[in-house]
């Protein structure tokens, strides 16, 4: 059994990016622990690049916000998911601030061996996701972790238009844990 968190970065509940995240869930809970963290509900400042995490015991950060409910689950993970709609080629806002917030040493005390990303954006271009895909080889590269897998969603604009078939997809992404 694996500790799976999964930060959510949509900030429109019950959307198209929180099916998906629903349905890896299930099937990824068939079999392990699932924690999702929908970011756009906690309070977390972008980060002031102060660095007094680098100077701080422990890697603390010096903003008192719910980041640390991120770092806590972080702690005992075993794969790291990111979900989030694409907004003008990238991740949420909400989503950047977290994952911008993980530049800290406290990421030394995480014991992640897998990165696995779901994405859906409301265009249909073959390369609507490349600019997040860089930036996703590269943390796999930096810390060394597994590619779990990816789920990319095409042309889902509105609320609940995400396909039956990428619905299917994530749920098998997430049984896929094992």
Do not use: W
């Amino acid at each position: 059994m694996k500790r799976i968190v999964v930060l959510a970065g949509s900030p429109r509940r019950n959307g198209n990016t929180d099916m998906l995240v629903d349905s890896f869930r299930k099937g990824a809970g068939e079999k392990n622990e699932v924690t999702v963290l929908s970011v756009n509900r906690l309070k977390i400042g972008s980060c002031t690049g102060c660095n007094a995490c680098f100077r701080s015991v422990g890697g603390r950060c010096a903003q008192k916000d719910d980041m640390q409910i991120v770092y806590d689950a972080l702690m005992s993970a075993d794969a790291l998911i990111i979900a989030s709609p694409l907004y003008f080629y990238g991740i949420s806002a909400q989503l950047k601030c977290a994952v911008d917030r993980l530049h800290s040493p406290v990421r030394n005390c995480f014991h992640l061996k897998e990165l696995g990303l779901i994405m859906v954006g409301a265009a249909e271009l073959p390369q609507m996701f490349d600019s997040v895909l860089v930036q996703y080889r590269l943390v796999l590269d930096f810390f060394k972790l597994r590619d779990a897998g990816k789920v990319l969603v095409r042309g889902a604009r509105e609320r609940g238009e995400v396909s039956e078939e990428a619905l299917n997809e994530a749920f098998r992404f997430g049984q896929s844990f094992s």
